[in-house]
């Protein structure tokens, strides 16, 4: 046999031990969720009775002489949701966490009572002792780079958005996830945005289908891949592009899948509550704007917008403790018992897309965060953690973009910054 011949026979051969690698490679780690999601799911079962047991023992008892506040009526929403956890998620136990932060004072802030529920407020500004506190959670529960891991298991994030008009906000949250440190982003765009988003990086993944008659059957074939989704920016506010986010939204619920709303995600979300209402692992991210729509939607009457962070309670507990981030001077983070604040030094600097680098970067935050042991945000939870590291994230980046370039400062350059930024907050 010519030498030729051998050596073709030989990478023949070599290619197909490589086949079989892959294929017994891909067969254990199926057994491997499959093993998971069944112990996910034995620990979701026992959760919900140790629940009940709380909640039987928890039952409201009468205070005859407590003045009830009919307007900050609470309501609760306890309940875990029913749902799978998606792949290689470890399932944090909402009602477990929720029972846990009734049950402890929460180190510095101000305690409230209000009727039977405790509320209390954690301010946390970094670079005073607040950022002992919520920093190293966040630290706790970013999955450390090792050389043991294969593609995918830091995260592999879904952006629903992207339309004719918009195909800068969707890059953003993608690209953001990507530099905070997920493997894989995926963008779920229109066809005629897909072709755009894509010549802005070749790092994405970029599927042409939100507006196609089969979209949601096309999403949702990624979905059980996905570890969160951000669910809004760039989605504009067509009836058909809301009708199949709303959709997706359900079926991610239907998995467990933390969903991150943003932007005309948020539209949807005041038109109709019910989609996101009661699931511990969505989060809420509004500018004041869309705060507003969204409290008068819930609340049928105007905000008062003297005090912001009770609003935000208010919110929170009518979407059933829903976690919130009302973006602003300062941030106000809530799952309506805890109210963390974030006022990293950002800049005077707010140029567009700001907003969709923080829900791109909580994307995955909210994975690492619902994945983590439970121990790993002592009882906080996790969305909290999560929502905490994105915005003290965003607005260092900002601070530190704004010191090179000023006035010129563009989301892009905040981009640039995450790396440098992220190594100063969390592993410094
Ligand atoms: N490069 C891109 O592709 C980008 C695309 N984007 C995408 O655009 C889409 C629409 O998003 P949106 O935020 O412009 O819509 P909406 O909520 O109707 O606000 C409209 C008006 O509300 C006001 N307003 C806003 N904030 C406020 C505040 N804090 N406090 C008070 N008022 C405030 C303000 O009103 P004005 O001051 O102009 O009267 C503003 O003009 C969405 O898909 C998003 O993802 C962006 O991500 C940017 C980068
Ligand atoms: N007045 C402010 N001072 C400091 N930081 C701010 C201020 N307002 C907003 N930010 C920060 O900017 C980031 C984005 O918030 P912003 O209100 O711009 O969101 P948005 O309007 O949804 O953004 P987008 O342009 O992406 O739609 C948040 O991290 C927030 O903390």
């Not at 047991?53 to 002489?65: C, D, E, G, V």
């Not at 509320?119 to 050389?147: A, C, K, W």
């Not at 905070?180 to 963008?187: E, I, N, P």
Request: hydrophobic share 35%; with cysteine.
């Amino acid at each position: 046999m010519s030498l030729e011949k051998l050596m073709e026979k030989f990478l023949e051969q070599s290619m197909e031990a490589e086949d079989n690698f892959y294929r017994l490679e891909e067969q254990r780690l199926q057994v491997e969720d499959k093993r998971r999601e069944e112990e996910h799911s034995r620990e979701l079962q026992m959760l919900q009775m140790l629940g009940q047991i709380f909640a039987s023992i928890r039952m409201p008892s009468p205070a005859p002489t407590a003045t009830p506040q009919p307007s900050f009526i609470p309501q609760t929403n306890l309940t875990v949701p029913l749902a799978r956890p998606s792949l290689g998620n470890r399932n944090h136990p909402p009602a477990l966490i929720d029972f846990a932060s009734h049950s402890q004072a929460a180190g510095p802030g101000l305690l409230m009572e209000e009727g039977d529920f405790q509320f209390i407020e954690r301010s946390f500004s970094l670079g005073t002792s607040g950022m002992d506190n919520v920093i190293p959670l966040v630290r706790n529960t970013i999955p450390p780079l090792t050389s043991k891991k294969h593609k995918g298991q830091d995260g592999r994030i879904g952006i629903i958005g992207g339309c004719q008009e918009y195909t800068g906000a969707p890059f953003f949250a993608a690209i953001s996830a990507l530099k905070v440190g997920a493997d894989l982003s995926h963008v779920f765009c229109t066809k005629d945005a897909a072709p755009v988003i894509k010549s802005y990086s070749p790092e994405l993944i970029v599927h042409p289908v939100l507006d196609s008659p089969n979209a949601v059957e096309e999403i949702e074939k990624w979905l059980p891949r996905l570890h969160s989704v951000v669910v809004g920016p760039g989605l504009g506010r067509e009836d058909m592009l809301l009708k199949n986010a709303k959709e997706i939204i359900e079926r991610s619920k239907l998995r467990g899948i933390p969903v991150i709303i943003d932007a005309d995600g948020l539209w949807l979300v005041a038109k109709e509550p019910s989609v996101i209402q009661g699931y511990q692992r969505g989060i809420l991210t509004p500018n004041f704007m869309e705060f507003t729509r969204l409290y008068e939607a819930m609340h049928h009457e105007p905000l008062d917008s003297s005090d912001h962070k009770r609003s935000a309670q208010q919110l929170s507990i009518a979407l059933g403790h829903l976690t919130l981030v009302l973006k602003g001077e300062e941030d106000i983070i809530t799952d309506g018992k805890n109210i963390l604040t974030c006022s990293q030094e950002g800049s005077g600097r707010r140029c567009g897309g700001q907003g969709d680098l923080l829900s791109g970067s909580l994307g995955a935050f909210a994975h690492w965060a619902f994945s983590s042991p439970s121990d790993a945000t002592k009882g906080m939870n996790p969305s909290l953690v999560a929502a905490f590291g994105a915005t003290s994230l965003t607005r260092q980046c900002n601070r530190q973009a704004f010191h090179k370039h000023g006035r010129s400062t563009t989301t892009s350059d905040m981009i640039q910054e995450i790396n440098s930024a992220f190594k100063k907050l969390f592993e410094s």
